[in-house]
């Protein structure tokens, strides 16, 4: 499969790059910044040098041309305003669903945050990411005609991975590594019937294949 993957310098992102191209995989990045080409050729995937927050729709549908799947892991990132939040993890993420629409590319993968929620109150900045998350959550699910997966992970660390999981509709609070989200996006893609699907991923105990096949149904 050709992967286009938004956020590309993120680090579940260089996470999942890595392992989608050892699986033989054509994966792209997209990013911001010039200087995180080399990063991104480290990690087996072709850099994409286009900024979501200023880019047109038709823009983006041309990286996403001749894409089998598309994964949103874009985020403004930590010690950014409420601002951002809107323009990158709400704007950013509807921008690249419509992109993908236009573009015929209907395996859309999102990751999103555990609590998203675009009713969620507070005036924090965590608040509006809550909020910001939620609300893209929402367009994708529901004004979308794509196939996707909304994945929602716990609190990030960057433990090593287990490869053990708890990925369910509702799993509780928890943590998970940034590995063990990347494998499991990884699977996500690999397996087309978990599409329709809105998931909570922590730390468990059941491993990451096992974990995906049971949320599909197989």
């Given amino acids: 499969m050709r992967i286009v993957i938004a956020g590309g310098h993120g680090r579940i992102a260089r996470r999942l790059e890595r392992?989608?191209?050892?699986?033989?995989?054509?994966?792209?990045?997209?990013?911001?910044?010039p200087e995180q080409s080399a990063d991104l050729r480290d990690a087996g995937a072709e850099p994409v040098v286009l900024d979501l927050e200023s880019a047109s729709v038709e823009?983006?549908?041309a990286v996403l041309q001749g894409a089998d799947a598309a994964v949103f892991a874009a985020g403004a990132g930590a010690g950014s305003g409420a601002d951002r939040k809107a323009t990158v993890d709400r704007d950013a993420a509807i921008l690249f669903a419509d992109a993908a629409e236009r573009a015929g590319v209907r395996r859309h993968v999102v990751v999103s945050s555990m609590g998203a929620d675009p009713d969620h109150e507070g005036d924090e900045v965590f608040d509006a990411y809550r909020r910001a998350k939620g609300e893209a959550?929402?367009?994708?699910?529901?004004?979308?005609?794509?196939?996707?997966?909304?994945?929602?992970?716990?609190?990030?660390?960057?433990?090593?991975?287990?490869?053990?999981v708890h990925l369910a509709a509702d799993t509780g609070r928890g943590t998970v590594p940034r590995d063990d989200v990347a494998a499991v996006l990884a699977e996500l893609l690999e397996t087309p019937a978990t599409a329709g699907l809105t998931l909570e991923l922590v730390t468990g105990t059941v491993p990451v294949t096992v974990a995906v096949r049971d949320v599909a149904g197989n």
Avoid: C, Q
Wanted: hydrophobic content about 45%.
């Fill in 19 to 33: 392992l989608l191209s050892a699986g033989g995989h054509e994966v792209a990045g997209i990013i911001r910044s």
């Fill in 59 to 61: 823009m983006v549908a």
């Fill in 137 to 164: 959550d929402a367009y994708v699910t529901s004004r979308t005609g794509l196939d996707w997966t909304i994945l929602r992970p716990g609190i990030l660390t960057d433990d090593a991975g287990t490869g053990l």
